[in-house]
Nanobody
């Protein structure tokens, strides 16, 4: 079955950096659009960054210039490099895989927790 396993979350001070990873299995990774979402306590899940099959990327405004999403199709892994972290970046970061034009083929990981605090 499809599995998305996130890792890399941690407690970090404001201004620090983290790199999140999401290892995928059970799917043809290169065919999927991948994304990172986050959910902060008491808030709705929000899209942080996405990357298409062809490598085109998009970001929410608040992380533009600080976060970078990338993918390695040979390793079936998507990454989120986060720099200049702020307390408002705190939340559980979840990996998502979506097959374009087939809405039923949408998968989520369990998430990895990022806490930005001094």
């Amino acid at each position: 079955q499809v599995q998305l396993v996130e890792s890399g979350g941690d407690l970090v001070q404001p201004g620090g950096s983290l790199r999140l990873s999401c290892a995928a299995s059970g799917l043809r990774f290169s065919l999927y659009e991948m994304a990172w979402y986050r959910q902060a306590p008491g808030k709705e899940r929000e899209l942080v960054a996405g990357i298409t099959r062809g490598g085109n990327t998009k970001y929410r405004d608040s992380v533009m210039g600080r976060f970078t999403i990338s993918r390695d199709n040979d390793k079936n892994t998507v990454y989120l490099q986060m720099t200049s972290l702020k307390p408002e970046d705190t939340g559980v970061y979840l990996c998502n895989a979506q097959m374009p034009t087939v809405s039923q083929l949408n998968f989520w990981g369990q998430g990895t927790r990022v806490t930005v605090s001094s």
